[in-house]
């Protein structure tokens, strides 16, 4: 059977609450290898961008918890909740999320592209932050590497992606994966 967005979403977000829940109180300011971050502004991104997202495409407002200043975990628990519950919800499939750059998608595989693949590529900036397990699974790296890869010049030109790191062919999917979206593994 095919995994659903849902599916896809609590394994992916399982990996970043163990991230999360791992990260020492005092590692939340370390740098982060996002230019210009700090461990917590790793969870701060993921809070705070997707529910505006949400809202402005499609109608659906997430539960706000704390400042990520304050608590961290909580903030992300809350969130991570918040999405789990939309997916999980059989209404949520037959949703259209609309967006000018892509148009309008079921809502349910908008999170799955944007925001899921996000969190999954964002395990290893807060793990390589806070000297946690940097592993990520193969298979995602592979699927997300084949799905971006002819999208270059369109995701360097969104700004969302820093400049590609080049790798030797040899290095793993996980390293070719970080490398291509401007990451140095």
């Known amino acids: 059977m095919a995994r659903t967005a849902a599916d896809e979403h609590r394994t992916v977000a399982r990996a970043f609450t163990d991230r999360v829940r791992g990260t ?3 590692a ?3 740098p982060a290898p996002c230019e210009g971050w700090a461990a917590r502004d790793v969870v701060r991104h993921l809070v705070e ?3 505006a997202f949400l809202k402005a495409g499609a109608g659906v407002e997430l539960p706000k918890g704390p400042s990520v200043d304050d608590d961290p975990v909580a903030a992300w628990a809350i969130h991570r909740d918040g999405v789990q519950d939309l997916l999980d919800d059989p209404a949520t499939a037959h949703k259209l999320l609309s967006n ?3 148009g309008e998608i079921p809502l349910d595989q ?3 592209r944007f925001y899921t693949a996000d969190v999954f590529m964002h395990t290893w900036d807060l793990a390589r932050a806070t000297g946690q397990d940097e ?3 193969p298979a995602k790296c592979a699927q997300l590497l084949d799905g971006m890869l002819p999208l270059d ?4 030109a969104s700004g969302q992606y820093g400049p590609r790191v080049e790798v030797p062919e040899s290095a793993d999917v996980q390293t070719r994966l970080l490398a291509f979206i401007g990451r140095k593994p």
Not at 153 to 156: C, T
Request: avoid cysteine; proline fraction near 14%.
């Open 24 to 26: 020492d109180p005092g």
């Open 28 to 30: 939340w300011d370390n």
């Open 49 to 51: 961008w997707f529910p």
């Open 100 to 102: 000018p750059h892509i």
């Open 110 to 112: 908008a999170v799955d």
């Open 135 to 137: 592993h990520l699974d």
């Open 153 to 156: 010049d369109v995701l360097r």
